[in-house]
């Protein structure tokens, strides 16, 4: 596979469940981030990885959990959520001090928070 | 701070006619990069055109170009003989080189219309 992969495409969980969002990238970008797409409001960056380490934290409530255990992939971990958190979670990857800056995302995870 | 602004919520265009989406922008950064991304019904959001700040010279992509205006921080799309599969959410972005940080606009619904 190519590009930028997330799974599941679809998630719906109870705000007391804890579930995991992955995310794979198969273009040796040296950076990976979460954002969050909810209507009508530009993407919010929730959490950056560069070269595996944290660089970017943008006030994420700590029911949101990021991992990143190698360059290649992403996790977002979650755990009583609210129903506000219902959103479109999209992974890019890009490669910080490359020629071009494109953003490369998956297809994003329907998140729904009942 | 860096902001990127959409006016434009949502356009209709009919096929093969040509349309134009608006982005204007701040910053005091003088090197950096202006995307415009679409994110299809499918979700995945993809590169449709990219601008360095440094280039006067407008870029364009087979039936995509863009307006830059350096000074008045503007950067708007031009899509030339709409094409059904054009229809998607438009998400203009900003990126200072050689790093990680995006800021994304809230983003243009544009629908063609057969």
């Known amino acids: 596979e190519t590009g930028v992969t997330q799974t599941p495409r679809h998630l719906v969980m109870g705000m007391t469940n804890k579930k995991s969002l992955k995310c794979e990238q198969h273009l040796g970008h040296n950076a990976m981030y979460w954002y969050k797409q909810s209507a009508k409001k530009p993407l919010e960056l929730m959490f950056v990885y560069n070269f595996k380490e944290q660089t970017e934290n943008n006030s994420v409530p700590s029911r949101f959990s990021p991992e990143c255990p190698n360059s290649s992939h992403l996790f977002l971990h979650l755990h009583t959520l609210q129903p506000e958190d219902s959103a479109l979670y999209l992974c890019?990857?890009?490669?910080?001090?490359?020629?071009?800056?494109?953003?490369?995302f998956g297809q994003g995870t329907r998140l729904t928070v009942v | 701070a860096q902001t990127v602004t959409q006016s434009q919520p949502e356009m209709s265009v009919q096929e093969a006619e040509t349309v134009t989406l608006s982005c204007t922008y701040d910053?005091?950064?003088?090197?950096?990069?202006l995307f415009w991304y679409k994110q299809p019904p499918s979700r995945q959001m993809i590169l449709v055109i990219r601008q360095e700040a440094y280039k006067q010279q407008n870029a364009t992509e087979n039936r995509f170009s863009v307006n830059f205006q350096k000074a008045a921080k503007s950067f708007s799309l031009k899509i030339s003989d709409s094409q059904l599969g054009d229809t998607a959410m438009y998400f203009c972005?900003?990126?200072?080189?050689?790093?990680?940080?995006?800021?994304f606009g809230t983003g243009t619904r544009l629908k063609v219309l057969a």
């Open positions: 972005a900003w990126q200072r080189v050689g790093t990680y940080k995006y800021i």
């Open positions: 910053t005091s950064e003088n090197n950096y990069y």
């Open positions: 890019a990857s890009s490669q910080v001090g490359g020629q071009s800056g494109e953003a490369f």
